[in-house]
């Protein structure tokens, strides 16, 4: 007797099932490049095999020179091998804008940051890009990630750290936009969230936003959509 296969169809651009979970309509006709800045992300291992990540759905956005991965629980040179262009773009002293986006209590505000970076620009009368940090794990390995870097002062000295504060996240972002992970808190972004709303900033075009979250958005529909059908039915 012949078998039949049970896998499903996977779209080779998006790598999602076609049926009822491709995200290609979603996704830009070409991939977005950035001028002002460059985002970098550390990325636990753990978050790596995660499957209900926003990450991926910035990575089909964004073109190769735009953004650049890491896998690693902390910074350093033994651990980054696979990713010499981060090492070089993090520890190189002529990018003086590099910024970590994550919250603590001597980081200032998005707003504050690219106000000081554009002020700058017009003072020297010249154009310089910024080097965003990011770290993606959940907010438990964020954490023990930020302390590991610190306390081993593998941060680069230049390093600014920024953070999103209520007035950021009142311009842009929608509580709860990506359900299908719990934060601790409304003011808890997902990677996704985060690196679009600040990119948006930097750039100085909202429309990267809407952009880099269509597909996020339409994956998060697809989801609650499919927990939805395996529901038992009410009998009528």
Not at 99 to 116: F, R, T
Not at 143 to 151: F, H, I, L, P, V
Not at 166 to 190: A, C, G
Not at 207 to 222: A, G, H, N, S, W
Request: hydrophobic fraction near 35%; aromatic fraction near 6%.
């Amino acid at each position: 007797m012949e078998r039949t296969s049970t896998s499903r169809s996977i779209c080779p651009r998006c790598q999602r099932p076609i049926q009822g979970g491709c995200i290609c309509g979603a996704l830009p006709d070409a991939p977005l490049r950035l001028r002002q800045c460059h985002c970098l992300i550390l990325q636990h291992p753990h978050e790596r095999r995660r499957k209900n990540r926003s990450l991926p759905f910035v990575e089909m956005c964004l073109s190769t020179d735009s953004l650049t991965i890491a896998v690693a629980r902390r910074l350093g040179r033994t651990q980054l091998d696979e990713a010499s262009h981060f090492q070089e773009r993090l520890t190189d002293s002529s990018h003086t804008n590099l910024w970590l986006i994550y919250p603590c209590e001597e980081a200032v505000s998005l707003e504050q940051a690219v106000k000081d970076w554009k002020d700058e620009q017009l003072l020297q009368e010249t154009r310089s890009t910024v080097v965003l940090l990011l770290l993606d794990a959940t907010w438990k390995f964020a954490k023990e990630m930020d302390a590991s870097n610190r306390t081993r002062n593998l941060y680069p000295s230049h390093m600014k750290r920024v953070q999103l504060t209520e007035n950021d996240l009142q311009t842009l972002s929608k509580p709860k936009r990506f359900d299908i992970r719990t934060p601790p808190s409304e003011q808890h972004l997902s990677t996704a969230e985060t690196l679009a709303l600040v990119v948006s900033k930097v750039e100085n075009d909202e429309t990267i936003y809407e952009t880099l979250m269509k597909p996020l958005d339409l994956m998060v529909e697809q989801w609650h959509s499919f927990q939805e059908s395996k529901k038992p039915q009410t009998p009528a």
